[in-house]
């Protein structure tokens, strides 16, 4: 189907409603991983330990993901820019910088959005046109090594590179250097915002955190996603400690996007990392019809995107840092 066209000026309702079947095709996007994750029941402990980073990043789904990489232009964004970003280690990361509507009230905001572990930046598009055209801020897409686009193979150590890459680069990039910074991540995206957050808070610039359906750790996921290795959790060296993590982040507020009915990270996962927060802004949003993959979809999900970064970020809030 065409995308519809690309206007800043829609009344909230009918840009929702506009934007309703581009969504939904995300969420099948995000759907696959799930799918291929809990096709692996019957996983040897041998495979566990040296196959899980395959498991965990599994960037060949869909099985074009590496080569076919949706343009902003094909959702009818236009004021985009396609970036080859270099990182220490010698990766060079595909991204993308989408613009948002100039002189408005989130203008001076840029969402740094990180994607769940499967599909690429190309198949998030329409939820950053939603962030671009509902709530007006620019919005930052990198995609990780070995994922898309991007050289190299991931890992946890490897993403995290990533992500610093793509934080440095909006602070020495000229016409970012001023803006306010919300990072918002998905499911593993998730656990790569905490991790960056907690590390970089102190600069002041990063002014929200985004967490949508993800996780307390790895080893404390596994026993859901793999039933049969419950026992061999000691063997996953991909740790994501976002439970620990989270305890550090004490000057950055926290927006929780919780599906109920998430069927791959139970629930009681995010509103345990709620329960662990200890930022003094920290806000609670439960979407009931929400699984995994499709709490984008759920009423009230963009409102309350929209509320913490209007709250957050807007420019006449803004202070001399």
Not at 37 to 52: I, N
């Amino acid at each position: 189907m065409s995308p519809p066209t690309y206007s800043s000026s829609n009344s909230s309702g009918s840009y929702l409603e506009s934007t309703a079947s581009l969504l939904s095709t995300v969420a099948t996007y995000m759907r696959l991983p799930a799918l291929a994750s809990t096709g692996v029941a019957a996983v040897l402990t041998s495979l566990l330990y040296f196959k899980q980073k395959a498991l965990i990043y599994p960037s060949h789904i869909p099985s074009n993901a590496r080569t076919d990489v949706p343009r902003p232009s094909q959702f009818g964004i236009k004021d985009f820019e396609e970036l080859v970003i270099p990182t220490s280690d010698g990766e060079k990361l595909s991204a993308f910088y989408i613009r948002g509507p100039s002189g408005g009230r989130n203008s001076k905001c840029t969402v740094i959005m990180f994607h769940g572990n499967a599909g690429n930046i190309g198949h998030r598009l329409p939820i950053a046109r939603m962030l671009v055209n509902y709530i007006g801020c620019n919005v930052f897409m990198l995609e990780y090594r070995g994922y898309g686009l991007s050289t190299g193979e991931p890992d946890e150590k490897g993403i995290m590179i990533d992500a610093q890459t793509a934080l440095d680069y909006l602070r020495n990039r000229a016409e970012t250097s001023a803006h306010k910074l919300m990072v918002y991540g998905q499911s593993l995206g998730g656990a790569v915002s905490i991790k960056l957050v907690a590390k970089n808070q102190h600069a002041g610039d990063i002014v929200g955190l985004i967490l949508e359906n993800t996780f307390l750790s790895m080893r404390s996921l596994i026993p859901s996603v793999i039933p049969p290795a419950k026992y061999l959790t000691y063997l996953c060296h991909q740790v994501w400690p976002s439970e620990t993590l989270i305890l550090s982040i004490t000057e950055v507020p926290i927006l929780f996007l919780s599906g109920l009915q998430d069927e791959i990270v139970p629930p009681a996962h995010m509103r345990k990392l709620y329960e662990l927060a200890t930022t003094p802004t920290k806000i609670w949003k439960p979407l009931p019809g929400g699984d995994h993959n499709s709490s984008v979809l759920e009423e009230g999900y963009f409102e309350a995107i929209l509320d913490f970064v209007s709250n957050n970020a807007a420019d006449e809030k803004r202070e001399k840092l």
